[in-house]
């Protein structure tokens, strides 16, 4: 309720624009609350029923409206959704719109209808500078991604690496359409970069050569996530296996 209607996010925002790019929307947390909420209304009901002498019929005409409101929203939004227009707005440099068999004409070429769609919505970026409003990050992306991605041939390798090919008429330094994480690795024209130059969203400056230059961008998965997926694994068999030795 705090986070929708008591207070006022945008303004909380203006006054700490690190929150934006941290918190960025408060009311993602709700599903902590839906299934606490679920749980403990299903608890209660159990109590409830059990202690009820009518329980059994409470419990029917319960399941029996949850139920008919369920259908009602269902079809409700099926009737939203049907009423829409069959068509796609493509954000390009010049924005098109694509009716539905369009669209179907891309399926025998696949990848080719997002040669005309360009993400200005730059969520999850390792913004350095965190005074930065949203604005400011959405200029720099498509300054440095979105206006400059065309450039460069893109290729993606077989161990899932970036590959990114140009061709440069003069040594100069140049910022590449790419985003550098913490743990990605970046290798131009056969040399590994460990100390590198970035923009405040997370583009690395590199230096070019002239004629045909390479730059491969990996990521490498960290020991402590791997760590993680052998407990989450062991955790689970441990859940089973006490699971099983109880109903014995």
């Known amino acids: 309720m705090a986070t ?3 207070i006022n996010w945008s303004r909380v925002q203006k006054i700490f624009p690190g929150l934006g790019s941290s918190f960025q929307f408060p009311f993602r947390f709700t599903i902590v609350f839906y299934a606490l909420f679920m749980l403990g209304l299903a608890y209660s009901s159990q109590l409830l029923f ?12 319960s399941i029996a ?6 259908y009602q929203e269902t079809f409700s939004w099926v009737q939203r959704t049907s009423s829409q227009t069959n068509s796609v707005m493509i954000y390009s440099p010049k924005s098109k719109v694509f009716n539905e068999q369009q669209v179907e004409a ?47 041939q893109h290729r993606v390798l077989k161990n ?8 440069s008429s003069k040594k100069e330094k140049i910022t590449l359409p790419l985003i550098m994480y913490q743990q990605s690795e970046l290798i131009v024209n ?4 460990t100390h590198l130059q970035k923009t405040e969203i997370g583009n690395p400056v590199v230096q070019s050569k002239i004629g045909v230059n390479n730059a491969i961008l990996s990521f490498r998965v960290p ?3 791997n760590l ?6 062991a955790s689970w068999i441990l859940f089973i296996a006490t699971f099983c030795f109880k109903r014995k």
Do not use: C, H, M
Not at 50 to 61: D, E, H, L, P, V
């Open 190 to 193: 056969g040399k590994r970069l």
């Open 160 to 167: 899932g690496s970036l590959e990114l090919k140009w061709n």
């Open 228 to 233: 993680l997926i052998v407990v989450n694994f």
């Open 223 to 225: 020991l402590w996530f």
């Open 65 to 70: 409206l949850v139920t008919i409101f369920a």
């Open 4 to 6: 929708n209607w008591l």
């Open 106 to 152: 891309f399926g025998n070429k696949p990848g080719q209808l997002f040669r005309y769609y360009l993400n200005i919505k730059p969520d999850y970026l390792p913004v350095t500078n965190k005074k930065l409003n949203p604005n400011d990050v959405r200029d720099l992306y498509e300054k440095f991604i979105k206006d400059d991605y065309i450039k460069y």
């Open 50 to 61: 059990k202690n009820t002498k009518y329980g059994k019929w409470i419990y029917t005409i």
